[in-house]
């Protein structure tokens, strides 16, 4: 688990990870784009992939979807409007 007191050591020095600034996605793109895998194994081409929608998302014939990248990806409806709803029901409580 990344927490704001995690330590990094990101192009040979140490940075603090705050957990609310920086996402999964950020975190597998800043390790992939060091240089201590070998280029044959991990070239500029697989360190700078950015997912798609497709490879994000699994949908099913019916529209339901599932989630197959779990961070940095944007909320659609249905999450946002749960999220909504607990947000206000945390403010209720």
Not at 19 to 42: G, H, M, T, W
Not at 44 to 62: A, C, H, Q
Not at 64 to 90: C, H, S, T
Request: no cysteine; proline share 3%.
């Amino acid at each position: 688990m990344h927490t704001a007191k995690n330590v990094a050591n990101i192009g040979n020095k140490a940075e603090l990870i705050n957990e609310a600034e920086i996402s999964a996605f950020e975190l597998r793109r800043q390790a992939a784009s060091q240089k201590f895998v070998p280029e044959y194994v991990l070239d500029d081409k697989v360190r700078n992939y950015v997912p798609s929608e497709k490879d994000i998302f699994m949908t099913l014939e019916d529209g339901r979807y599932e989630n197959l990248i779990f961070g940095g990806n944007k909320l659609r409806g249905p999450e946002q409007k749960i999220l909504d709803g607990f947000r206000a029901w945390v403010e209720a409580n």
